[in-house]
């Protein structure tokens, strides 16, 4: 093979190489930037996402696409991620979480309770009242009245305020209790600190109907 050949041969594998090394020189990710940080809604509010920009070393700034869904009616964390691709495929991320509560998530807890009037009062017992995770500002009974399978009652409060009112909308437990039968609530009360709340409500059976009120205390 003649010397010219062997340069011109050396000189083509010498730019290729130097070809593929630039086309490999980009390994940098874009950094991703959120808008804001994590962030809090209130169930059943409203959200809009804050977004986040991209900017990559060799593309400047490029575009952002976001995966992940938050629903506002349902309490829980979600995780949003923003995704930005350079032209060279480099990838950069970052994650938000938005976190949706029910403002009486304070409320979450074992309560003592005390039947201060009605048949068979004074009366105590203890079950647990939590937050729903479906309406805001709605509670529910692990146990209302501390009959046997009582589990379904709720009761709403009309603000966060620690006085606020409190509802005891109408509502049948079906067959619930020692004798099983089917009864229905209904009263109102108030809240008087960050763990006490009381309710005066009306039972009613094919029997007929008693008046109560109670006094829950958180444990």
Do not use: H, W
Request: net charge neutral; charged share 15%; glycine share 10%.
């Amino acid at each position: 093979m003649k010397k010219s050949t062997i340069v011109a041969a050396i000189a083509i594998l010498a730019s290729s190489a130097l070809f593929t090394s630039c086309k490999k020189e980009d390994v940098t990710a874009p950094v991703v930037t959120l808008n804001g940080g994590d962030e809090t809604v209130i169930l059943n509010g409203s959200y809009s996402d804050l977004g986040a920009t991209a900017k990559d070393n060799k593309d400047g700034s490029i575009s952002v696409s976001v995966s992940g869904v938050v629903d506002v009616n349902r309490t829980g964390v979600y995780e949003l991620t923003y995704t930005a691709t350079d032209k060279a495929g480099n990838e950069g991320k970052a994650t938000r979480n938005v976190t949706v509560y029910n403002e009486l998530d304070v409320m979450n807890g074992t309560y003592s309770c005390t039947i201060t009037t009605g048949p068979g009062s004074p009366y105590t017992y203890t079950q647990t009242v939590t937050a729903s995770t479906t309406v805001n500002r709605r509670i529910n009974f692990g146990k209302f009245g501390d009959y046997v399978n009582n589990t379904g009652i709720y009761m709403n409060v009309t603000n966060t305020g620690l006085t606020s009112p409190t509802d005891l909308p109408s509502q049948t437990a079906i067959q619930v209790g020692n004798p099983a039968a089917d009864r229905t609530f209904a009263g109102t009360g108030a809240r008087s600190s960050a763990t006490t709340f009381s309710l005066s409500y009306t039972e009613t059976t094919s029997l007929g109907s008693s008046n109560f009120t109670e006094v829950y205390t958180k444990q």
